[in-house]
């Protein structure tokens, strides 16, 4: 069974462009996830995709973020524009409720410095 | 909301030692307590899992306590090997089973030495 995938692995970007971050879940995993990892910290959420409804994005800086599961499998995080302090890693999850207390499963992430 | 607090930052011991990370959480509504291991350049991997109405739970060389009263959670490693290096991160669930919120520790880096 393959993973979750996200691309690119690394971005490097100057302060104030705009960058995309792709993601494709496991296939039949109907909630996807997209976390936030600072450099030495664990990951922290910015939103949560039921399908293709956002159910959590309470913690998504919405000025500059966005973020799209269209069709309910693959999705976009975007930033635009990027800030300095928005270089981490970007990790994806996906999950299935056929599986008792949701196991999330992640992907390597995109490591993003902005310059 | 959630906090999850994770000590030791750092930890190293020799080959075949044991390590003891430990976890406590705010919530006493958190009813899940996954552990996950993180290599270099990978995403987090589950390695254990518990539930709130479980005190202890054994795979192989890991397991993991959960003290409810006290609301906190321990993974224990044996017989350490030096594949076992990696930042390990602790995590609460809370919000329910199929919503709920995953709210991960600090981390720690476990370097096993040959």
């Known amino acids: 069974e393959a993973g979750v995938v996200q691309s690119p692995r690394y971005k490097i970007i100057e302060k104030k462009q705009p960058v995309a971050f792709w993601c494709n879940p496991i296939?039949?995993?109907?909630?996807l996830y997209w976390y936030l990892q600072n450099l030495g910290q664990g990951p922290e959420l910015l939103i949560r995709y039921e399908n293709e409804e956002a159910v959590d994005d309470s913690q998504l800086p919405k000025d500059r973020f966005s973020a799209e599961r269209l069709k309910g499998v693959d999705s976009t995080l975007k930033i635009q524009p990027a800030e300095l302090g928005d270089s981490a890693v970007y990790l994806c999850a996906s999950s299935t409720r056929q599986v008792s207390y949701n196991e999330q499963f992640f992907g390597p992430g995109t490591r993003l410095t902005v310059l | 909301g959630e906090n999850v607090e994770q000590h030791p930052s750092t930890l190293s011991v020799q080959e075949g030692d044991s390590a003891v990370i430990k976890c406590t959480y705010s919530?006493?509504?958190?009813?899940?307590f996954p552990w996950y291991k993180q290599e270099l350049g990978k995403g987090p991997q589950l390695i254990i899992d518990?539930?709130?109405?479980?005190g202890e739970k054994k795979d192989q060389r890991i397991a993991v306590t959960l003290n409810k009263t006290a609301k906190h959670f321990s993974l224990h490693i044996t017989e350490t090997q030096p594949e076992d290096s990696a930042v390990y991160f602790c995590?609460?669930?809370?919000?329910?089973?199929?919503?709920?919120?995953?709210?991960f520790g600090q981390g720690t880096i476990l370097t096993v030495h040959p």
């Open positions: 919530d006493s509504a958190s009813n899940y």
């Open positions: 518990i539930r709130s109405n479980v």
């Open positions: 995590a609460a669930l809370s919000g329910g089973t199929s919503y709920g919120k995953l709210t």
């Open positions: 296939s039949g995993h109907n909630t």
